[in-house]
């Protein structure tokens, strides 16, 4: 597996992070949410999203069907993970939050049509 460390801007939050295929699969989303988030999102291995530091300091979103979990750090607003609606035993993370990833390197990016994903 592919293990990653991913951050927050401010260092409040840390997590280690398995990627299922390495950064091939990233992605953006058209979801009403994402396509306001912006981030691009690559798919975590099945178990592989741990926070290592700052699980207090994580703050979680949900709307809807309250399926979709997003967690952002409470300090400086920065998405790190979420666990998707169309799978929910998938997740995914801010690619720009890896450390040593630079999403302008990467891409161009394809979108998934959340926005088509049943409720």
């Known amino acids: 597996m592919n293990v990653q460390h991913l951050t927050c801007h401010c260092g409040a939050v840390e997590l280690e992070v398995e990627l299922a295929s390495g950064l091939t699969g990233?992605?953006?989303c058209n979801c009403s949410f994402c396509r306001r988030r912006g981030a691009v999102a690559v798919t975590a291995a099945p178990d592989g999203v741990r926070v290592v530091k700052g699980a207090e300091n994580l703050t979680l979103y949900q709307w809807g069907t309250q399926t979709a979990e997003h967690y952002f750090c409470k300090t400086c607003g920065i998405y790190t993970h979420h666990r998707r609606r169309g799978d929910a035993g998938e997740y995914a993370?801010?690619?720009?939050a890896l450390d040593g990833v630079d999403p302008s390197k990467h891409g161009p990016f394809p979108w998934f049509m959340g926005r088509d994903v049943p409720l």
């Open 26 to 28: 990233a992605r953006r």
């Open 93 to 96: 993370v801010n690619l720009g």
